[in-house]
Nanobody, 116 residues
Framework: VQLQESGPGLVKPSQTLSLTCTVS??????????WSWLRQPPGKGLEWIGY???????YSSPSLKNRTSIFRDTSKSQFTLQLSPVLLEDTAVYYC?????????WGQGTQVAVSS
C-alpha cells in the first residue's frame, strides 16, 4: 500500500485546510483497515488527528474534533482531511497513514504553514 498526501503548503488563519491522501496498491475499503491523519508541529512530537475506517466510520481526536472532518471518495481511492478554521498552531507536517491498528503504511508527509 502506498499513500501520497496533496494539498496547499500555505493557508491563512481562519481559512479551511483541505488535504487529500491518494491510496495505491490497496483498497480503502479493505476490511479492518484504518486510514489515519497525523501531524508533527515544529519541534514537537507526532499528534494523531483522526481516522476513517474501512466502512466509512470516522473518529477524531477530542482536541480537534470540533474543527476536523474526514471523508473519502472510494471511486478515487482517496480520503480527505478538512480542518476549519485553521489556527497558527496548525502549522505542521501532515501525514496520512494506514494499518490494521497502529499505522504501518505512511505517506511521505506534506508541510503546511499557517500564516497571514
Amino acid at each position: 500500500v502506498q499513500l501520497q498526501e496533496s494539498g496547499p503548503g500555505l493557508v491563512k488563519p481562519s481559512q479551511t485546510l483541505s488535504l487529500t491522501c491518494t491510496v495505491s496498491g490497496g483498497s480503502i475499503t479493505t476490511s479492518y483497515y484504518y486510514w489515519s491523519w497525523l501531524r508533527q508541529p515544529p519541534g514537537k512530537g507526532l499528534e494523531w488527528i483522526g481516522y476513517i475506517d474501512y466502512s466509512g466510520v470516522t473518529y477524531s481526536s477530542p482536541s480537534l474534533k470540533n474543527r476536523t472532518s474526514i471523508f473519502r471518495d472510494t471511486s478515487k481511492s482517496q480520503f480527505t482531511l478538512q480542518l476549519s478554521p485553521v489556527l497558527l498552531e496548525d502549522t505542521a507536517v501532515y501525514y496520512c497513514a494506514a494499518g490494521l491498528g497502529y499505522p504501518d503504511h505512511w505517506g511521505q508527509g506534506t508541510q503546511v504553514a499557517v500564516s497571514s
